[in-house]
Protein backbone atom coordinates (compact mmCIF):
# COMPACT_ATOMS: atom_id res chain seq x y z
CA UNK A 1 0.00 0.00 0.00
CA UNK A 2 1.25 3.49 -0.94
CA UNK A 3 -0.87 6.19 0.20
CA UNK A 4 0.61 10.36 -0.35
CA UNK A 5 -2.04 11.57 2.02
CA UNK A 6 -0.70 8.81 4.57
CA UNK A 7 3.23 9.93 3.34
CA UNK A 8 1.95 13.96 3.94
CA UNK A 9 0.87 13.04 7.37
CA UNK A 10 3.91 10.43 8.32
CA UNK A 11 6.77 12.94 6.86
CA UNK A 12 4.37 16.40 8.94
CA UNK A 13 4.58 14.30 12.22
CA UNK A 14 6.60 15.77 14.94
CA UNK A 15 7.11 12.98 17.02
CA UNK A 16 8.59 10.77 18.54
CA UNK A 17 11.51 10.97 15.18
CA UNK A 18 12.27 12.97 12.46
CA UNK A 19 14.44 10.15 10.75
CA UNK A 20 11.13 8.29 9.34
CA UNK A 21 10.59 9.21 5.79
CA UNK A 22 7.43 7.24 4.27
CA UNK A 23 9.57 6.30 1.04
CA UNK A 24 12.47 4.62 2.91
CA UNK A 25 10.05 2.47 5.01
CA UNK A 26 7.78 1.08 1.94
CA UNK A 27 11.28 0.17 0.63
CA UNK A 28 11.96 -1.71 3.82
CA UNK A 29 8.86 -3.16 3.46
CA UNK A 30 9.47 -4.05 -0.28
CA UNK A 31 12.91 -4.79 -0.34
CA UNK A 32 12.82 -8.68 0.62
CA UNK A 33 9.62 -9.19 -1.72
CA UNK A 34 12.36 -7.56 -4.55
CA UNK A 35 15.34 -9.71 -3.51
CA UNK A 36 12.86 -13.39 -4.09
CA UNK A 37 11.75 -11.61 -7.36
CA UNK A 38 7.63 -11.26 -6.21
CA UNK A 39 5.47 -9.35 -8.67
CA UNK A 40 4.35 -6.38 -6.09
CA UNK A 41 1.25 -3.96 -7.57
CA UNK A 42 0.90 -0.86 -5.70
CA UNK A 43 -2.35 0.01 -4.61
CA UNK A 44 -4.33 2.89 -2.80
CA UNK A 45 -4.50 2.03 1.49
CA UNK A 46 -8.86 2.86 0.47
CA UNK A 47 -9.00 -0.28 -2.09
CA UNK A 48 -11.89 -2.13 -1.25
CA UNK A 49 -11.90 -5.57 -0.65
CA UNK A 50 -12.72 -7.52 -3.63
CA UNK A 51 -9.03 -5.64 -4.37
CA UNK A 52 -7.52 -6.62 -1.70
CA UNK A 53 -8.63 -10.46 -2.21
CA UNK A 54 -6.81 -10.37 -5.37
CA UNK A 55 -3.77 -10.69 -3.46
CA UNK A 56 -1.89 -13.55 -1.34
CA UNK A 57 0.05 -10.70 0.64
CA UNK A 58 -1.07 -7.10 1.63
CA UNK A 59 1.94 -4.91 3.10
CA UNK A 60 0.90 -1.64 4.81
CA UNK A 61 4.23 -0.16 5.64
CA UNK A 62 4.16 3.02 8.79
CA UNK A 63 0.12 3.36 7.77
CA UNK A 64 0.05 6.24 9.93
CA UNK A 65 -3.34 7.56 8.98
CA UNK A 66 -6.08 5.01 8.89
CA UNK A 67 -9.18 6.46 6.70
CA UNK A 68 -13.14 5.34 7.11
CA UNK A 69 -13.27 1.48 6.06
CA UNK A 70 -9.68 1.12 6.03
CA UNK A 71 -9.64 -1.12 8.75
CA UNK A 72 -12.47 -3.61 8.48
CA UNK A 73 -11.60 -4.06 4.97
CA UNK A 74 -8.33 -5.32 5.99
CA UNK A 75 -9.75 -7.74 8.56
CA UNK A 76 -12.48 -8.91 6.29
CA UNK A 77 -9.35 -9.31 3.87
CA UNK A 78 -7.20 -11.75 6.61
CA UNK A 79 -10.62 -13.20 8.14
CA UNK A 80 -10.95 -14.38 4.08
CA UNK A 81 -7.07 -16.28 4.48
CA UNK A 82 -5.41 -13.04 3.55
CA UNK A 83 -1.56 -11.87 5.13
CA UNK A 84 -1.13 -8.39 6.08
CA UNK A 85 2.16 -7.12 7.14
CA UNK A 86 2.06 -4.26 8.85
CA UNK A 87 4.31 -2.37 11.75
CA UNK A 88 5.38 0.63 13.62
CA UNK A 89 4.34 3.91 13.38
CA UNK A 90 0.94 2.43 11.91
CA UNK A 91 -3.28 2.97 12.88
CA UNK A 92 -2.16 6.52 14.46
CA UNK A 93 -3.88 9.69 12.70
CA UNK A 94 -7.53 9.29 11.17
CA UNK A 95 -8.57 10.74 7.89
CA UNK A 96 -8.04 14.85 9.60
CA UNK A 97 -4.61 13.61 10.38
CA UNK A 98 -5.82 13.80 14.83
CA UNK A 99 -4.84 11.11 17.13
CA UNK A 100 -7.10 8.09 17.12
CA UNK A 101 -7.68 7.60 20.65
CA UNK A 102 -7.69 4.18 22.89
CA UNK A 103 -3.99 3.26 21.70
CA UNK A 104 -2.26 1.94 19.07
CA UNK A 105 -2.60 0.85 16.24
CA UNK A 106 -5.88 2.36 16.63
CA UNK A 107 -8.24 0.45 14.30
CA UNK A 108 -5.90 -2.14 13.69
CA UNK A 109 -5.44 -2.85 17.62
CA UNK A 110 -8.03 -5.69 17.73
CA UNK A 111 -6.74 -7.07 13.60
CA UNK A 112 -3.15 -7.00 15.37
CA UNK A 113 -3.87 -8.34 18.47
CA UNK A 114 -1.85 -6.57 20.60
CA UNK A 115 -1.47 -2.40 22.41
CA UNK A 116 1.34 -0.56 21.44
CA UNK A 117 1.85 1.24 24.90
CA UNK A 118 4.83 3.45 23.92
CA UNK A 119 7.05 4.14 20.92
CA UNK A 120 10.67 4.90 21.34
CA UNK A 121 12.38 6.85 19.90
CA UNK A 122 16.24 5.37 18.81
CA UNK A 123 19.00 7.93 18.34
CA UNK A 124 20.23 8.74 15.20
CA UNK A 125 22.80 6.39 14.31
CA UNK A 126 22.20 4.12 17.06
CA UNK A 127 20.71 0.69 16.85
CA UNK A 128 18.48 -2.04 18.96
CA UNK A 129 19.67 -5.55 18.82
CA UNK A 130 16.37 -7.90 17.93
CA UNK A 131 16.65 -11.48 18.28
CA UNK A 132 14.76 -12.93 15.52
CA UNK A 133 14.19 -16.46 17.71
CA UNK A 134 11.27 -14.95 19.70
CA UNK A 135 11.55 -15.98 23.04
CA UNK A 136 14.10 -19.02 22.14
CA UNK A 137 17.72 -17.99 21.10
CA UNK A 138 18.01 -17.12 17.25
CA UNK A 139 19.42 -14.93 14.66
CA UNK A 140 19.97 -11.38 15.43
CA UNK A 141 19.08 -8.07 13.73
CA UNK A 142 19.51 -4.14 14.09
CA UNK A 143 16.08 -1.78 14.81
CA UNK A 144 16.29 1.93 14.10
CA UNK A 145 14.52 4.99 14.42
CA UNK A 146 11.54 3.80 16.62
CA UNK A 147 11.06 0.95 18.96
CA UNK A 148 7.11 0.13 19.30
CA UNK A 149 6.87 -1.04 23.09
CA UNK A 150 3.81 -4.04 22.51
CA UNK A 151 1.70 -5.28 25.09
CA UNK A 152 0.30 -8.56 23.61
CA UNK A 153 -3.71 -9.00 22.93
CA UNK A 154 -3.70 -12.37 21.48
CA UNK A 155 -0.67 -11.83 18.88
CA UNK A 156 2.24 -14.33 19.50
CA UNK A 157 5.61 -13.50 19.39
CA UNK A 158 8.58 -13.64 16.66
CA UNK A 159 11.42 -11.63 17.62
CA UNK A 160 11.99 -9.83 20.67
CA UNK A 161 13.93 -6.93 22.28
CA UNK A 162 17.42 -7.64 23.28
CA UNK A 163 20.11 -5.54 24.51
CA UNK A 164 19.53 -3.61 28.21
CA UNK A 165 16.74 -1.32 27.30
CA UNK A 166 13.64 -1.48 30.01
CA UNK A 167 11.71 -3.43 26.49
CA UNK A 168 14.30 -5.91 26.39
CA UNK A 169 12.65 -9.14 26.23
CA UNK A 170 9.14 -8.23 25.27
CA UNK A 171 8.23 -8.75 21.71
CA UNK A 172 9.55 -6.81 18.60
CA UNK A 173 7.46 -9.10 16.12
CA UNK A 174 4.17 -10.58 15.82
CA UNK A 175 2.01 -12.48 14.51
CA UNK A 176 -1.94 -12.67 15.04
CA UNK A 177 -3.90 -15.45 13.53
CA UNK A 178 -7.75 -13.60 12.76
CA UNK A 179 -9.65 -16.67 10.69
CA UNK A 180 -8.52 -17.83 7.88
CA UNK A 181 -5.41 -15.23 7.65
CA UNK A 182 -2.85 -13.82 9.88
CA UNK A 183 -1.85 -10.21 10.35
CA UNK A 184 1.69 -9.43 11.26
CA UNK A 185 2.94 -6.39 13.12
CA UNK A 186 6.81 -5.47 12.81
CA UNK A 187 7.55 -3.13 15.39
CA UNK A 188 11.02 -1.65 14.62
CA UNK A 189 12.56 -0.37 11.59
CA UNK A 190 14.73 -3.39 10.89
CA UNK A 191 17.89 -3.61 8.43
CA UNK A 192 17.84 -5.61 5.20
CA UNK A 193 18.66 -9.19 7.10
CA UNK A 194 15.87 -8.90 9.66
CA UNK A 195 13.08 -7.59 7.62
CA UNK A 196 13.57 -10.37 5.29
CA UNK A 197 13.93 -13.10 7.56
CA UNK A 198 10.91 -12.19 9.10
CA UNK A 199 8.68 -11.43 5.47
CA UNK A 200 10.40 -14.73 3.67
CA UNK A 201 8.53 -16.96 5.66
CA UNK A 202 5.31 -15.37 4.84
CA UNK A 203 6.73 -15.28 1.38
CA UNK A 204 7.20 -19.47 1.39
CA UNK A 205 3.88 -19.69 3.32
CA UNK A 206 1.83 -17.86 1.26
CA UNK A 207 3.13 -19.80 -2.29
CA UNK A 208 3.21 -17.24 -4.43
CA UNK A 209 5.65 -17.53 -7.44
CA UNK A 210 9.66 -16.49 -6.50
CA UNK A 211 12.11 -16.92 -8.76
CA UNK A 212 16.10 -17.43 -7.90
CA UNK A 213 18.43 -15.37 -9.11
CA UNK A 214 22.28 -13.77 -7.90
CA UNK A 215 22.23 -10.57 -5.47
CA UNK A 216 21.45 -7.80 -7.63
CA UNK A 217 20.02 -9.88 -10.23
CA UNK A 218 16.17 -8.46 -10.45
CA UNK A 219 14.24 -11.05 -12.82
CA UNK A 220 10.43 -9.64 -13.20
CA UNK A 221 7.83 -11.75 -16.19
CA UNK A 222 5.36 -9.96 -17.66
CA UNK A 223 2.34 -11.90 -19.29
CA UNK A 224 0.68 -10.85 -23.18
CA UNK A 225 -2.43 -11.48 -24.48
CA UNK A 226 -1.25 -13.67 -27.30
CA UNK A 227 0.42 -16.21 -24.53
CA UNK A 228 4.08 -14.64 -24.99
CA UNK A 229 5.70 -14.28 -21.70
CA UNK A 230 8.42 -11.98 -21.19
CA UNK A 231 11.42 -12.69 -18.72
CA UNK A 232 12.94 -9.48 -18.29
CA UNK A 233 16.21 -9.66 -16.57
CA UNK A 234 18.37 -6.91 -15.14
CA UNK A 235 21.82 -6.47 -13.71
CA UNK A 236 21.60 -3.65 -11.11
CA UNK A 237 25.00 -4.15 -9.92
CA UNK A 238 28.60 -2.83 -11.25
CA UNK A 239 29.70 -5.81 -11.77
CA UNK A 240 29.49 -8.48 -14.24
CA UNK A 241 27.53 -11.49 -13.07
CA UNK A 242 25.60 -14.72 -14.17
CA UNK A 243 22.01 -16.40 -14.27
CA UNK A 244 20.80 -19.29 -14.82
CA UNK A 245 17.21 -19.61 -16.18
CA UNK A 246 14.53 -22.85 -15.32
CA UNK A 247 15.73 -24.61 -18.22
CA UNK A 248 19.02 -24.71 -17.23
CA UNK A 249 20.70 -22.09 -19.71
CA UNK A 250 23.32 -19.88 -18.62
CA UNK A 251 22.94 -16.02 -19.37
CA UNK A 252 26.07 -13.59 -19.08
CA UNK A 253 25.22 -10.23 -17.62
CA UNK A 254 27.56 -7.21 -17.90
CA UNK A 255 27.27 -4.40 -15.77
CA UNK A 256 23.68 -2.76 -15.57
CA UNK A 257 22.64 -4.81 -18.85
CA UNK A 258 19.37 -5.71 -19.35
CA UNK A 259 18.26 -9.16 -20.68
CA UNK A 260 14.80 -9.67 -22.83
CA UNK A 261 13.71 -13.31 -23.09
CA UNK A 262 10.21 -14.82 -24.86
CA UNK A 263 9.18 -18.21 -24.45
CA UNK A 264 8.68 -18.19 -28.15
Known amino acids: MFDWENYWSLEGCVGPT ?6 DEVHRFY ?9 VDMIESTADVDVLKQYDIVVAP ?26 YMSGIHNEFDLVIPGGYPGPLRELCGLWVEEIDA ?5 TIDVNLGGEEAGDH ?11 LEGAQTLATYGGDDFYAGTAAATVHEVGDGKA ?5 ALDDAGMSALIDPIIDESGVPTIDAPENV ?3 RRYADDGTVFTIVTNTGDEATEWTDEQGVLHQLNPFAVLVLTNE
Request: no cysteine; aromatic share 10%; net charge negative.
Open 31 to 39: RPFWKRNVA
Open 122 to 126: IAPDA
Open 18 to 23: QGLHYP
Open 184 to 188: YFIGT
Open 218 to 220: EVM
Open 62 to 87: TLIMVKPGVADNLEEYVRSGGRLVTG
Open 141 to 151: ADGTIVASIIE
